[in-house]
């Protein structure tokens, strides 16, 4: 983007603020703004380019499928279909106590999960901040660190008057890790880190088994666990939906990044024929679909906003769906609009918008907070704009920026819609009909975000569409790791497929 141009400054006040001031140059006349007709020409041209037509989805959902396939066939491919060796669905009968560590982005977070049997369940938690620094030390000193965490979690809870974790002579409770950076698992108590996500770059870790970085780590501080699975959280949420309700087929993430996980039969797995398990087996696959139509770019209806985008993100090419659906992402193509429009001089003429050139300064939040502003005069715009861009806007404007915050979530959810029905089309659930758990900022607090997935569903299916309907995950990280580690223990305590 081209430099600041408004004729408008700004000065330092004793306090240290800083003190927006525009710079009126025809006496007290109002500053230049466009006209209610311009803005309603604008919009009627990004109308157009943001607007998914249900034939445009249908035609998305044909190409998502064979993109599926592909990834179940083929190894190394661009949407991984990663097999995550869980096998099957949990009774909802698994009962005990489990662990289960899940270290996020910002916490270390510990569960104690009581299963109760008939898909109930008790959790006692506790987070552990995670230092910026700590995300950068020696991988190993990381998984000391978790190690240590657990440990102190185990000698509290042992000390529990009200409920004391008992241990026999010799046993180690069952630990499912919850591990959401994307690895290759040859099975589910192993798993090989690909690259860092969300901020971490502990060195040492890319390409080495995490798995076995933690269990030695539980060895040196003599934590009396077992490390049973190593999980993705996307696995976790269909497991734990499940556990709670049984008609769950599919989990989905809409947060910051986007996910699914689905049952597979085993027959359709190619990539593991080599490994003999029996093809009528049935096991969880972790799509890590944020890539789907990536690098080639034949599929999805990328705007001139969505490639400024993407040529300067980290990954060029990359992660091509997230892109136009995640959390991360979506207020950095409305700002990309505005700045366009502030170049072509149709927006903030004689106004100093250097604040808002800072790429990814305007949040996803913000634009769920225009959406759902309810005031005639949307007052909540009036005070994103001056409060944190130090502008002012008109109601045409401001009118303006409401209907384009909907236009790119609406397309969001719509997308979003279409990886939806990719699994429900190739696994045949539109007859009988379906739940899917979904999780993250998006789904849970973008406003109206839910109704256009299941609008966006009924345009791809017609009105069996509406067999097919999300409902708020349970807690995969926690609780869907616990159930997974109860499962690969009955599983192994059987002898069934002990190898992996």
């Known amino acids: 983007m081209p430099a600041s141009r408004r004729g408008s400054g700004s000065v330092t006040l004793p306090s240290g603020q800083t003190m927006a001031m525009h710079t009126r140059t025809q006496g007290d ?77 910002t916490n270390l977070r510990v569960c104690l999960v009581t299963l109760q049997g008939d898909g109930k369940f008790e959790v006692t938690q506790t987070k552990y901040r995670l230092a910026e620094e700590q995300k950068s030390v020696d991988g190993q000193k990381l998984f000391d660190f978790c190690a240590e965490c657990l440990k102190a979690f185990i000698d509290t809870h042992s000390k529990d008057p009200d409920h004391p974790l008992e241990l026999k002579e010799g046993q180690k409770f069952p630990l499912g890790f919850t591990f959401s950076y994307p690895c290759t698992q040859e099975r589910i108590d192993h798993g090989e880190l690909i690259r860092w996500t969300k901020g971490f770059s502990a060195p040492n870790t890319e390409g080495q088994d995490v798995a076995e970085m933690f269990k030695k780590a539980l060895e040196k501080f003599n934590v009396p666990v077992i490390m049973t699975a190593l999980i993705n959280d996307t696995t976790g949420t269909l497991m734990a939906s499940r556990y709670v309700n049984p008609k769950t087929q599919i989990a989905v993430i809409f947060g910051t990044g986007c996910n699914a996980a689905y049952m597979e039969n085993v027959s359709s797995i190619g990539k593991i024929k080599s490994v003999g398990i029996d093809g009528n087996a049935e096991m969880a696959i972790n799509c890590e679909w944020g890539a789907f139509d990536s690098f080639q770019h034949e599929h999805l209806p990328r705007t001139k906003y969505d490639i400024t985008l993407d040529q300067s993100s980290h990954k060029v090419g990359g992660q091509a769906f997230e892109k136009l659906i995640a959390g991360r992402y979506l207020g950095e193509i409305l700002r990309l609009v505005i700045c366009e429009l502030i170049d072509e001089g149709v927006l903030f003429l004689g106004q100093n918008t250097y604040k808002l050139e800072v790429p990814y300064v305007l949040d996803t939040a913000f634009l769920s907070l225009m959406e759902s502003d309810p005031t005639d005069e949307l007052l909540m ?38 990886g939806i029905a990719a699994i429900v089309s190739k696994m045949g659930y539109l007859e009988e009909g379906c739940l899917v758990g979904a999780d993250g900022s998006l789904y849970n607090k973008y406003p109206g975000f839910a109704d256009r997935v299941h609008e966006g569903l009924q345009d791809v299916f017609g009105d069996k569409g509406k067999n097919i309907v999300t409902t708020h995950a349970e807690d995969g990280s926690g609780v869907g790791a616990a159930i997974i580690a109860a499962m690969t223990k009955i599983r192994r305590d059987k002898g069934l497929y002990p190898n992996v």
């Open 381 to 418: 715009i009036i005070g994103i704009f001056t409060h944190f861009f130090a502008v002012e806007t008109t109601l045409a404007e401001r009118q303006f920026f409401k209907a384009l915050a909907k236009l790119i979530g609406r397309r969001a959810a719509r997308l979003s819609a279409c």
């Open 29 to 105: 006349e109002d500053l230049p703004h466009a006209t209610k007709k311009t803005m309603a020409d604008h919009l009627r041209k990004l109308e157009s380019i943001f607007t998914l037509t249900p034939q445009r989805m249908r035609m998305i959902v044909d190409a998502f499928k064979d993109t599926l396939d592909l990834g179940l066939q083929k190894p190394d491919q661009v949407v991984p279909m990663i097999p995550t060796w869980v096998f099957g669905w949990p009774t909802g009968k698994e009962v005990g106590e489990f662990l289960a560590v899940d270290l996020g982005g």
